[in-house]
């Protein structure tokens, strides 16, 4: 078998992501598939490098327009994306030689045919490698939105939307959070046993993962050091789903209750319709939908994994009306689509993609699929919006305008949520932020239909 070039792998995922074709973790997932032969540490410097590069973009563009003479917007695709990621491992990984570094880009120019520019790679490396300890950011006494975007690779406009939103200290919190290499979230079956619980979470910790159960509730627990979970103790039997602790919240503040019928109308991948089903313990229903069988199958097959008869799955897009749906919930779950900025942390290339105008555009998505969804819930029943996102218009304000619109009121949360986040539940809401929250960035209200 030839011989494979990883950082050659690492370049082309990159160039691919470029065309905006298709999310990073999309991508580097399919390559690690196709790449499976190769051994591990290969295999993480792919993953290691691509996502860095990614995630830190805005950063590695700063120091290549203090070195290079061609702005990084004038260059070339490719020459652009490996001075990326050779950037990246010159500032970001330690153990690797600058040698090797500014050799490697300079082998992938020419084999790519680039060897005009041989000496220009080179030469720009060679002059980050010398003068990395020296590179300062921008002052942040003149101009901090300017400090900040680069010391966290957030663009401008973004980090000035959380600065006016939450204010200096969280925002900073927020943005540190996204860097970090947050632990895997998973949902342990509340109908184990405490004792079935720790026996479960040793398994793990003997299979080598750093295992750390979560303060808000007692079957969430945070994973660290593992490669996937599929391969994991328990996961072929469904005694756990990998969901963040703040879906799961949503379940938890809805009060269901045994015999409830509960609607999920955005349902895909399961989680919340999943631990909803748990909660009735076998009575009652749980419709899930979404809007094409790509999604409503996920939701199946981790029906079928978890083994819950009391759920019905089926395809059916959220703004169009169902009649057999109308009047039927006690509980109605939408987790509307949104702007996705409270999982940044999971998936960087967000912050890139996401614009002002896409954060009203989709607000008014998000008013079509409530408009139709509220005819489902019961008179007296309870309507669980969410988000994954903190944008003020997509949820303080976009809950507000249900209540105002269609007549609902909120409902105080404080009895249903864990005693460290009784303070920040007000008038039926409650916004997670990550980095001050253990939690993803989320977004939830209660509202009852009058």
Same mark, same amino acid.
């Given at each position: 078998?030839?011989?494979?070039?990883?950082?050659?792998?690492?370049?082309?995922?990159?160039?691919?992501?470029?065309?905006?074709?298709?999310?990073?973790?999309?991508?580097?997932?399919?390559?690690?598939?196709? $790449?499976? $032969?190769? =051994? /591990?540490?290969? *295999?993480?410097?792919?993953?290691?490098?691509?996502? +860095?590069?990614?995630?830190?973009?805005?950063?590695?563009?700063?120091?290549? =327009?203090?070195?290079?003479?061609?702005?990084?917007?004038?260059?070339?695709?490719?020459?652009?994306?490996?001075?990326?990621?050779?950037? $990246?491992?010159?500032?970001?990984?330690? @153990?690797? #030689?600058?040698?090797?570094?500014?050799?490697?880009?300079?082998?992938?120019?020419?084999?790519?045919?680039?060897?005009?520019?041989?000496?220009?790679?080179?030469?720009?490396?060679? %002059?980050?490698?010398?003068?990395?300890?020296?590179?300062?950011?921008?002052?942040?006494?003149?101009?901090?939105?300017?400090?900040?975007?680069?010391?966290?690779?957030? #663009?401008?406009?973004?980090?000035? @939307?959380?600065?006016?939103?939450?204010?200096?200290?969280?925002?900073?919190?927020?943005?540190?959070?996204?860097?970090?290499?947050?632990?895997?979230? &998973?949902?342990?079956?509340?109908?184990?046993?405490?004792?079935?619980?720790?026996?479960?979470? !040793?398994?793990?910790?003997?299979?080598?993962?750093?295992?750390?159960?979560? #303060?808000?509730?007692?079957?969430?627990?945070?994973?660290?050091?593992?490669?996937?979970?599929?391969?994991?103790?328990?996961?072929?039997?469904?005694?756990?789903?990998?969901?963040?602790?703040?879906?799961?919240?949503?379940?938890?503040?809805?009060?269901?209750?045994? /015999?409830?019928?509960?609607?999920? &109308?955005?349902?895909?991948?399961?989680?919340?319709?999943?631990?909803?089903?748990?909660?009735? %313990? +076998?009575?009652?229903?749980?419709?899930?939908?979404?809007?094409?069988?790509?999604?409503?199958?996920?939701?199946?097959?981790?029906?079928?994994?978890?083994?819950?008869?009391?759920?019905?799955?089926?395809?059916?897009?959220?703004?169009?009306?169902?009649?057999?749906?109308?009047?039927?919930?006690?509980?109605?779950?939408?987790? &509307?689509?949104?702007?996705?900025?409270?999982?940044? /942390?999971?998936?960087?290339?967000?912050?890139?993609?996401?614009?002002?105008?896409?954060? !009203?555009?989709?607000?008014?998505?998000?008013?079509?699929?409530?408009? %139709?969804?509220?005819? $489902?819930?019961?008179? +007296? +029943?309870?309507?669980?919006?969410?988000?994954?996102?903190?944008?003020?218009?997509? %949820?303080?304000?976009?809950?507000?305008?249900?209540?105002?619109?269609?007549?609902?009121?909120?409902?105080?949360? *404080?009895?249903?949520?864990?005693? !460290?986040?009784?303070?920040?539940?007000?008038? /039926?809401?409650?916004?997670?932020?990550?980095?001050?929250?253990?939690?993803?960035?989320?977004?939830?209200?209660?509202?009852?239909?009058?």
């Amino acid at each position: 078998m030839a011989q494979v070039n990883t950082r050659e792998i690492v370049l082309d995922i990159l160039l691919e992501l470029s065309g905006q074709t298709e999310y990073s973790n999309v991508l580097i997932g399919a390559a690690l598939d196709k $790449y499976d $032969y190769l =051994d /591990g540490k290969e *295999k993480a410097f792919i993953k290691r490098v691509s996502e +860095g590069t990614i995630e830190r973009r805005i950063h590695l563009d700063y120091v290549l =327009d203090l070195y290079s003479k061609t702005p990084v917007i004038k260059m070339k695709p490719l020459i652009r994306e490996l001075l990326r990621m050779s950037v $990246y491992q010159l500032l970001f990984m330690e @153990h690797i #030689p600058a040698s090797a570094v500014c050799n490697e880009a300079v082998k992938l120019a020419k084999k790519r045919r680039f060897q005009s520019l041989q000496g220009y790679v080179n030469g720009v490396l060679r %002059n980050i490698s010398r003068g990395r300890e020296d590179i300062s950011l921008p002052d942040r006494r003149t101009d901090q939105t300017a400090f900040l975007s680069v010391r966290y690779s957030m #663009p401008p406009w973004l980090v000035t @939307h959380f600065l006016e939103s939450y204010g200096e200290e969280a925002c900073e919190k927020i943005l540190q959070a996204y860097l970090e290499r947050g632990a895997v979230s &998973v949902r342990l079956d509340e109908r184990l046993s405490e004792t079935d619980r720790e026996a479960l979470l !040793a398994s793990w910790e003997k299979e080598g993962a750093k295992v750390r159960r979560h #303060p808000y509730l007692p079957y969430a627990a945070g994973l660290q050091g593992v490669s996937g979970v599929r391969s994991l103790a328990g996961y072929q039997e469904g005694l756990f789903f990998v969901q963040d602790v703040s879906s799961m919240l949503v379940v938890e503040a809805a009060g269901i209750c045994p /015999g409830d019928t509960v609607i999920d &109308v955005c349902a895909a991948p399961g989680g919340k319709a999943l631990h909803a089903a748990v909660k009735l %313990n +076998g009575t009652g229903e749980v419709i899930a939908c979404d809007v094409s069988s790509h999604k409503t199958d996920k939701i199946e097959e981790n029906r079928a994994r978890l083994g819950l008869e009391n759920v019905a799955v089926r395809v059916q897009d959220a703004r169009v009306r169902d009649d057999s749906l109308v009047g039927r919930a006690d509980v109605l779950l939408a987790d &509307v689509p949104c702007s996705g900025l409270g999982v940044i /942390g999971h998936k960087q290339d967000i912050k890139y993609r996401v614009t002002k105008e896409s954060l !009203a555009e989709i607000q008014t998505l998000q008013k079509d699929i409530i408009t %139709n969804v509220i005819n $489902y819930i019961k008179p +007296g +029943g309870i309507m669980m919006y969410s988000t994954c996102t903190m944008n003020p218009g997509e %949820n303080e304000e976009m809950a507000a305008w249900i209540c105002e619109t269609f007549g609902l009121e909120p409902v105080d949360m *404080k009895d249903r949520l864990p005693v !460290a986040l009784t303070k920040e539940t007000g008038e /039926g809401m409650l916004q997670l932020l990550p980095g001050v929250h253990e939690t993803d960035g989320f977004f939830l209200a209660k509202l009852r239909k009058k």
